[in-house]
């Protein structure tokens, strides 16, 4: 997707003046440039520059709807990857402006600057300088986003994706605390009959056994899955964290035409030492599914603001980018969840516990959670629970089967048969057996 960056400001506080120096910047820092017209002794301006095969255009016109639209049209028909330009503050009501001309190029991401107002004579320049800093550093991680979308995922790129991220540089991420007592859940699906009565069971899988990239993990870094929600819970939120392990772990739930069976176990894990996650913050696509996270994308952009021009725009690209990597929900082999896998290996190589991401197969209502295998130390398994999951096209229900209470570290235990809600469960349905489902 193409991108335009726009300085956005009021007349006369430097928009013009910050672009000329991004394009003495760019010179400086290995953009070729392809042709101007730039001249030092006239103000508006439009050049195109090259890197690593990328076109990027650069103008400094932002006064009218017609000259916005005109050259962001010529660097479009060029083929620049990444354009900018400036605008106003705001449109008139009446007529479109320069915010209209931008927002009239449908299907290219916008990136809008606010100009730092700075009256001051003795000031105005550096923070000028800081603006045009601000936008080289966004161009910047730009491209790199680029060269991660340019990847073809089918060729295991493992050594590319790497290299990628060495180039990120610096990134203001949000590190959530689980604090003592705060509960996750762990589901796992049971097949052939099978029961899980160890602590083993609820657990990572085996680094033996763990061959293929998952969504925050690869086959060198097997971790430790489970499901969160919100310590506090809006009214209409989702509140059982059963029902996130089930999305998660049952293909046939996000089919609404599929009917089965299938039995799942659930571990309830309770923190026992503080753990310290890197969240992925999906202000986007998820805000408006749970208080929380726009809780967490609010105070991330307010945070983030308080970094220099240069760390605050790059920043809230890329972990859009990675909000992105994190939420795909058509997945067409391991090999489409490798960039959030290889980033996830990063974070725990930093020393954290791991990462912090919204349930995509929940619409974002939920949250999951994936911790190295050395931070499962932190948590203790309090209660294990056996299901059985009803469906008959888009109507679902949970039977308790099993449960069992542990003692602190318990790693052996036998779980107590519930009585049997089958028949209850399979009236509400409208069907005489389980064989009427599968």
Known sequence: MRTIIALKG???????????????????????????????????????????????????????????KGRLREMIDEDCDVCVCACRSYDHKTKPGTLGAIKEFVGHSCHFIDKAIDDDPKTQPLSNRDDAEGILSLIDIQLIIFDFRDLDAKDYPKDEINKLFKQVGDIAYVILRFHKGKIVMRARPNYNGERFNKRSDYSFKPADLNRSYQRASTPEQTMFYASSIADQIEPGELNNMRIIGV??????LRDKEMSGYQKISFGRWEV??????????????????????????????EFVKSNPKRILHRSLAF???LSEEFSKSEIRGDYDYMI??????????????????????????????AIRPEAVEKLDLRVVGECSIYKLRDNTIVGNDALAALDSKQDVFILKDL???????????GVKSVSDLI
Request: glycine share 8%; hydrophobic share 40%.
């Open 419 to 429: 009585e049997s809600q089958e028949q209850l469960i399979l009236e509400k349905l």
């Open 319 to 321: 972990t859009s980018f």
């Open 340 to 369: 959030s896998a290889i980033f996830s290996e990063l974070a725990c190589k930093c020393g954290l516990d791991g990462v912090f991401y919204p349930s995509v197969r929940v619409g974002g209502r939920g949250f999951n959670i």
């Open 247 to 252: 999305a998660e772990t049952i293909p046939m």
């Open 10 to 68: 009021r007349s006369n506080s430097g928009k013009t003046t910050s672009i000329r120096i991004l394009h003495q910047l760019l010179l400086k820092n290995g953009f070729m440039l392809v042709r101007s017209n730039f001249d030092k002794n006239a103000s508006d301006f439009l050049s195109i520059f090259s890197k690593n095969g990328k076109l990027i255009g650069v103008t400094s016109v932002g006064d009218t709807y017609d000259l916005v």
């Open 272 to 301: 026992i030492d503080d753990l310290y996650l890197l969240a992925i913050v999906h202000a986007d696509e998820f805000g408006e599914a749970s208080s929380y996270i726009k809780e967490l994308a609010e105070g991330y952009t």
